[in-house]
């Protein structure tokens, strides 16, 4: 036993002795893996409850600074209700109650009990698709969590060492958001909040009097409230990536302290595999040879 042990061992190390050469990212073992949905550009898990006989709908949300539940969902399974707060999203606010206990787990894994109930029906309306709640920043805290986009799976492992083929930007966390640096063409680089619950693929704050294309747009915003919010194709890099005619929503202030936008969901699944690794503060991009979007260049 000690001899196919051992073996087995070496086995291992080989096999990320291979991928690092490859250019390939190792990871160090997989704890955990689950699947999802990308449905309107959102990451969309199932989780169960001992509190519910039916598996609940919940969106992976790096942006929520705390994992929410909707509120008539938190109703339905007659959870008391706590204090009443302010909540912030993109151009608006509204009224939460923090906090309600709930049990919960994707899959093995057991998720926070703590979750402040929001009204959701807003952004139920605008996916089509009933949102029960929101996985939210708290969850990435001492895990490597990464996202499969090529094969719509999410593990937590136990690390993730990049190879050459994959580009690793720096992941600043700081009062439960999770930041990383972007550039865009004409507007400068500053940190972006990593926001997995945003449909499009970027938000960003511009200056007043900045130039705006005439063929720019006007489109909804997906979130606790939907809101128009107008468009520009940009030029976005991360890291050594440059990424063209990305639709970049544009607004005449910061959306939060210290943040010049948001990172989201329809520019981060353009790539096949992302891991956010907050233990090691980075985020791990990679992009297959055969797939990568119109637009990607290094």
Known sequence: MQIASTFGHRLKWLALVLLMVSGLPAWGGV???????????????????????????FILDAGAETSVIDLQTAQRLHLEKGKAVTVRGINTTTVGYWPENLSARMGEVSLCSNYLAVDLAALSTACHYRADGLIGADFFYGRV????????????????S?????????????????????????LGKAWARLDT????????????GTFIDKNSSQELGVGVSSVLIRQNAKSVHLGRITLDNISTGLHPEALLAGEAGLLGAGLLSRFSVVTIDEPAGQLILESLPTSRPSGWHR
């Open 145 to 160: 969590v990464q996202i499969d986009f090529a094969k719509q799976k999410i593990r937590l492992l136990e690390s993730c």
């Open 31 to 57: 704890l955990s893996e689950y699947p999802f949905k990308l449905r309107s550009g959102l990451i969309w898990v199932q989780v169960n409850s001992p509190q519910c006989s039916k598996p609940l709908n």
């Open 162 to 186: 990049p190879g050459t083929a994959a580009e690793v930007l720096p992941l600043q966390v700081e009062s439960s958001r999770l930041r990383v640096p972007v550039e865009v063409d004409g």
């Open 197 to 208: 619950g945003c449909a499009s693929a970027l938000h960003w704050a511009v200056a007043t």
